[in-house]
C-alpha cells in the first residue's frame, strides 16, 4: 500500500552541526515531494519540495535529496540553530491524486 | 496578509454533541483540506474540496461532514458519531491541487470532555 515512513522518530543534533532527516516512501508513482516543519502547537510551515525530475534542490540552509532508485528522501539543514528544534514531516503525492501523505515525523532537537 | 485562519484555537466539547471547526483562507485557493493529527503521529486526510460545492472523502471521514458553500471557507463538522475525536485538526489549502505547496492554518484542538 501507498506509505511514508521514517527512519528514526528522534535525532539529536548539537548547536551547528548538520543534520540529516531521512524519509522513505513506497509508492513509485510518486512525483512530488515536500518537506514540512511543525513546530508544538502550531500547523506545519513549508520547508522545501522537490519533484521527481531532480535528485536535489537546494534552499537557505536546507538541501533535499531524492533517491528514486530505492525511494528514498532527505533533507538536510546546515549549522543548525535552536530554532530548528521541531518536528519535521515529508510528504509524497503524485500527478492524479489530490492527497498529501505524510510520515509519522521526526523529532529534531538541538542541544546547545 | 494572505493566510489560513482557523477557530477557535482551542475547543471543548461534551460527548454526544456536535461541534464546528472553521478554516478561513484569503489566498484565493481552491483547493482546501482538513488533517487530523494525533499525539506523536502524521497527519491524516479527513475530507478535501477542489472546487466550491463539491468535496471527496479522505482516509477517515466517518463521523466527520464538511461544506464548500463559499470558496474562502471549509468548516468541518464533528459529530457524535466519531468516536474518538480529541485530536489536533488542520487546515490547509493549495492552489490548484495537492502537487503544489501546502499552506497550514493553526490547528485547533479538540477535546471531549
Known amino acids: 500500500g501507498e506509505s511514508v515512513g521514517l527512519h528514526l522518530p528522534t535525532l539529536s543534533v548539537q548547536e551547528g552541526d548538520n543534520s540529516i532527516i531521512n524519509c522513505a516512501y513506497s509508492?513509485?508513482?510518486?512525483?512530488?515531494f515536500i518537506w514540512y516543519k511543525q513546530e508544538s502547537g502550531k500547523g506545519p510551515q513549508f520547508i522545501i519540495d522537490?519533484?521527481?525530475?531532480?535528485d536535489k534542490r537546494q534552499g537557505q540552509r536546507v538541501t533535499v535529496l531524492l533517491n528514486k532508485t530505492v525511494k528514498h528522501l532527505s533533507l538536510q539543514i546546515a549549522a543548525t540553530q535552536p530554532g530548528d528544534s521541531a518536528v519535521y514531516f515529508c510528504a509524497e503525492s503524485y500527478f492524479g491524486n489530490e492527497k498529501l501523505t505524510f510520515g509519522t515525523g521526526t523529532r529534531l532537537t538541538i542541544i546547545p | 496578509d494572505g493566510g489560513i485562519t482557523q477557530s477557535p484555537k482551542y475547543l471543548f466539547r461534551k460527548e454526544g454533541q456536535n461541534v464546528t471547526l472553521s478554516c478561513e483562507q484569503n489566498l484565493n485557493h481552491d483547493a482546501m483540506y482538513w488533517y487530523r493529527q494525533d499525539p506523536g503521529q502524521g497527519l491524516r486526510l479527513i475530507y478535501y474540496s477542489q472546487i466550491v460545492n463539491d468535496f471527496q472523502k479522505g482516509d477517515i471521514a466517518e463521523g466527520y461532514s464538511v461544506s464548500r458553500e463559499k470558496k474562502e471557507s471549509f468548516p468541518l463538522t464533528v459529530t457524535s458519531a466519531q468516536k474518538n475525536p480529541t485530536a489536533f485538526y488542520l487546515c490547509?489549502?493549495?492552489?490548484?491541487?495537492?502537487?503544489?505547496?501546502?499552506?497550514f492554518g493553526q490547528g485547533t484542538r479538540l477535546t471531549v470532555v
Open positions: 509508492n513509485s508513482a510518486s512525483d512530488y
Open positions: 522537490i519533484r521527481s525530475n531532480m
Open positions: 490547509a489549502s493549495t492552489l490548484d491541487g495537492m502537487n503544489t505547496e501546502a499552506f
